[in-house]
């Protein structure tokens, strides 16, 4: 089946830090990647996403890109600031199903002034 | 402003009474998502609809209940028959084919007890 695992958290970084968030991911095919992000008390966010391989999304300074290879779509910030601190979602959609999204269990990061 | 609604942002109830979790979008789109979230958990599919009066079964959709009359609403009843219904639930909207993104709204947070 379809199934994404993410690093787990809490992850509490610097001002101005690098932020690097793993996810791998399973499915058959080439399904499309996202990255949602969930600020504290409201519903998800799309942050970026990427729809094949090699694709690099981007969005706020975030970066991922697609890696068939590795199966993975990591998440990199190169400065983060005290907004960014929130739970972010790894997701994907197979090929299959353009309706249905698989999440990983999200990762908190909390960004310290 | 478009965007999806979901009412009331907070919501208590005693155990054995069924609860309707209200959603509605106005952004046009045809399908519509329930999803529920639990604490260190990603976000599981309860319901989706893709067209009007019809709807299917996500990953979790034991002891929940969905009706799809308009395109603009897809209101989620918690039956009594759902053994842990304390949890943030979450509806989503899209519009179909490729680039079929999903958007959040804000959610309910339903207590039981």
């Known amino acids: 089946g379809n199934s994404v695992t993410q690093m787990e958290g809490p992850v509490t970084l610097s001002e101005e830090a690098f932020l690097t968030i793993n996810c791998t991911y399973t499915?058959?095919?080439?399904?499309?990647l996202f990255w949602y992000v969930q600020y504290p008390g409201e519903g998800l966010q799309l942050l970026l996403k990427?729809?094949?391989?090699?694709d690099k999304g981007s969005n706020k300074g975030f970066e991922a890109t697609y890696r068939k290879e590795t199966t993975s779509f990591h998440l990199e910030k190169g400065s983060v600031q005290v907004s960014d601190s929130a739970v972010y979602f790894c997701?994907?959609?197979?090929?299959?199903?353009?309706?249905?999204?698989?999440f990983g269990a999200g990762t908190t990061v909390t960004v310290r002034a | 402003d478009g965007g999806i609604t979901q009412s009331p942002k907070y919501l208590f109830r005693k155990e054995g009474q069924n609860v309707t979790l209200s959603c509605e979008q106005n952004?046009?789109?045809?399908?519509m998502y329930w999803y529920r979230q639990d604490p260190g958990q990603g976000l599981r599919l309860i319901y989706y609809?893709?067209?009007?009066?019809?709807?299917q079964k996500g990953d979790i959709a034991e002891g929940y209940s969905v009706s799809r009359e308009k395109k603009e609403s897809f209101p989620l009843t918690v039956t009594s028959a759902q053994k842990n219904p304390t949890a943030f639930y979450l509806c989503?909207?899209?519009?179909?084919?490729?680039?079929?993104?999903?958007?959040f709204g804000p959610g309910t947070r339903l207590t039981v007890t």
């Open positions: 989503a909207s899209s519009s179909s084919g490729e680039r079929n993104e999903q958007y």
């Open positions: 499915a058959t095919g080439y399904p499309s």
């Open positions: 990427a729809t094949k391989a090699d």
């Open positions: 997701a994907l959609r197979p090929r299959s199903n353009d309706y249905k999204l698989s």
């Open positions: 952004l046009n789109h045809d399908a």
């Open positions: 609809s893709q067209i009007v009066n019809d709807f």
